[in-house]
T-cell receptor
């Protein structure tokens, strides 16, 4: 059962524009959400997170929005840079984090 | 601060063989989780170890087993390998409690190919 879904396998944007990556989840017990970035031949690296008590968290160029009623979150990158080109994974967990669920990932390409 | 290191980085096995993958957790982390990432998919939770005991398990058969050692390093063992076991195996560590408990630090992975 895929409890975390990223329906867009790929996204291409122009440098300087906004990148919006989307994620949907089905399990209402999830209360912590994360985005990870993965470059080839490297493990996923933590990017930004949000808990269910918030609807927005910002860190520099990266902002995550959470819509609990829609069970939807999104990652906004603005302005996008070529170095942002990577696979982005959405992840979610309940209070006990020993079963963090990941989406299938979205490959972002930022063109110069 | 050292990160998560995994070995080997690549290996090839044949069906029915057994494999052991190793992981050293990040300094200060006492919890280790293992994930399987098949091609085109996101990481899937195999199990987690804390205080040398299994602390949660995903939907994987018993031929997937693990160990955690007193220094918090860990091993993943897979017996009776099947073709579908071909994947990238990711190890991740985290502190059990505190503000960082929900953030996993991943290693680069061990890519297993089963022929």
């Amino acid at each position: 059962d895929q409890q975390v879904k990223q329906n867009s396998p790929s996204l291409s944007v122009q440098e300087g524009r906004i990148s919006i990556l989307n994620c949907d989840y089905t399990n209402s017990m999830f209360d912590y959400f994360l985005w990870y970035k993965k470059y080839p031949a490297e493990g996923p690296t933590f990017l930004i997170s949000i808990s269910s008590i918030k609807d927005k968290n910002e860190d520099g160029r990266f902002t995550v929005f959470l819509n609990k009623s829609a069970k939807h979150l999104s990652l906004h990158i603005v302005p996008s840079q070529p170095g942002d080109s990577a696979v982005y994974f959405c992840a979610a967990s309940a209070y006990n984090n020993n079963d963090m669920r990941f989406g299938a990932g979205t490959r972002l390409t930022v063109k110069p | 601060e050292t990160g998560v290191t995994q070995s080997p980085t690549h290996l090839i096995k044949t069906r029915g063989q057994q494999v052991t993958l190793r992981c050293s957790s990040q300094s200060g982390h006492n919890t280790v989780s293992w994930y399987q990432q098949a091609l085109g998919q996101g990481p899937q939770f195999i199990f987690q170890y804390y205080r040398e005991e299994e602390n949660g398990r995903g939907n994987f058969p018993p031929r997937f087993s693990g160990l955690q050692f007193p220094n918090y390093s860990s091993e993943l063992n897979v017996n009776a390998l099947e073709l579908d076991d071909s994947a990238l195996y990711l190890c991740a560590s985290s502190p059990k409690q505190g503000s960082g408990a929900n953030v996993l630090t991943f290693g680069a992975g061990s890519r297993l190919t089963v022929l």
